[in-house]
């Protein structure tokens, strides 16, 4: 058989191996009770306005709390190592998937969008991370035993 076929044939063979290990994994988690996958909003731009970004900082840092989330990476320094990516990379994380969504489309972050996609050129991608595990259940504490 021609080796680009066998490579092709196990890369698929990988990737649908992967799915599959994931979909049981969410339905292992929903099983047994864990907390949904978080959500995170993946932005990686390239600042082309200061003073206009300056608005969107203003406007838009304090928001992702008040939407229980929180900014985890903000890196104008990053170092490429693949690819062509912009030069800052940003992540913000929320408890869930819904919660970021409704995070980016409400009304106070949509009014600060605005300022970050007139000054920058890039992308923001919504993304689920990996499923969690249920928490162990809390175990009664025994009382120390009394030697004799």
Not at 29 to 45: D, K, S
Request: aromatic share 10%; charged share 20%.
């Amino acid at each position: 058989m021609n080796k680009s076929i066998i490579r092709g044939i196990t890369g698929i063979t990988f990737v649908l191996g992967a799915a599959f290990a994931t979909a049981v994994g969410y339905a292992q988690g929903a099983a047994q009770g864990a907390p949904p996958p978080r959500g995170y909003l993946v932005a990686n731009y390239t600042i082309n306005d200061q003073q206009t970004f300056q608005k969107y900082m203003d406007a838009a840092g304090p928001l992702a709390p008040k939407f229980n989330g929180k900014v985890i990476i903000y890196d104008v320094t990053s170092r490429t190592l693949e690819g062509k990516p912009k030069s800052i990379m940003a992540v913000a994380e929320f408890p869930t998937v819904a919660e970021a969504e409704r995070f980016y489309n409400s009304p106070e972050y949509t009014a600060a969008r605005q300022f970050r996609i007139a000054s920058t050129e890039g992308s923001v991608v919504l993304a689920e991370g990996c499923p969690r595990r249920a928490s162990p259940p809390k175990s009664r504490q025994s009382k120390p035993r009394r030697s004799p």
